[in-house]
């Protein structure tokens, strides 16, 4: 069974836009993870923040959690058309779950 | 850095047949091994979790007579689809988990059942 959901389930934007997507869980974890997947392929590993850290950067990403809400927000600041992909979130909690997934469009 | 191969990447069976998906983590010893589901527009789903040397844990709903999973050893896992259905059809994603406890993914296993 899936972890948790994602929020919004589709986003449309514009180059050069920031895009923000949240995760809600259920239950308690070791970490958060978020990853990339474009169409039809593989996971591509963005970042992971423990259930310690309350925010991490890694170039133009930025993420939060929040454990007492249990939540977790992944923005990307200047967004570029390359960054069109879904997006999860995967809880580690034991195994890992994902999340239903954001589906990013920017246009250029 | 670790790397996991999945093979076949892509394959095509008849109805009622088998396959055999196998998962390698090419240069580290496996503690866990993971195999996900994801159909079209759809997210990752659980399917189980194995360990080296015991019987794979299914989650809720996975069928293990039809789903067969031998972690033979610590560098390989496999998944045979047993007398495959068109609703089998779906991208298998397997992932390994290492003595750190860090978690790897295999770039997935498309499976077309006609």
């Known amino acids: 069974s899936q972890q948790g959901e994602e929020d919004p389930q589709a986003l449309s934007i514009q180059e050069g836009e920031n895009a923000t997507m949240n995760c809600s869980y259920k239950?308690?974890?070791?970490?958060l993870q978020w990853y990339r997947q474009n169409s039809g392929r593989g996971l591509v590993h963005l970042i992971l923040?423990?259930?310690?850290?309350r925010e991490k950067h890694s170039g133009r990403l930025r993420v939060t959690l929040d454990t007492s809400k249990k939540s977790s927000s992944l923005l990307i600041t200047a967004s570029r058309a390359a960054d069109t992909a879904s997006y999860f979130c995967?809880?580690?909690?034991?195994?890992?779950?994902f999340g239903a997934g954001t589906r990013l469009t920017v246009k250029p | 850095g670790a790397v996991v191969s999945q093979h076949p990447s892509r394959v095509i069976c008849k109805s009622g047949t088998s396959v055999k998906i196998e998962c390698r983590s090419l240069?580290?010893?496996?503690?866990?091994m993971f195999w996900y589901r994801q159909f079209p527009k759809q997210s990752l789903m659980l399917m189980a979790t194995?360990?080296?040397?015991?019987?794979?844990?299914?989650e809720q709903g996975v069928e293990k007579d039809k789903f067969l999973i031998n972690h033979a050893s610590l560098t390989l896992s496999t998944l045979t689809v047993t007398s495959a259905h068109p609703e089998d059809s779906s991208f298998y994603i397997c992932?390994?988990?290492?003595?750190?406890?860090?978690?790897?993914f295999g770039p997935g296993t498309r499976l077309t059942v006609t």
């Open positions: 992932s390994v988990r290492d003595i750190y406890y860090e978690q790897y």
């Open positions: 239950t308690s974890i070791n970490n």
């Open positions: 923040i423990r259930s310690n850290e």
């Open positions: 995967a809880t580690d909690g034991g195994d890992m779950r």
């Open positions: 240069d580290f010893q496996a503690t866990t």
């Open positions: 194995s360990n080296e040397g015991s019987k794979a844990t299914y």
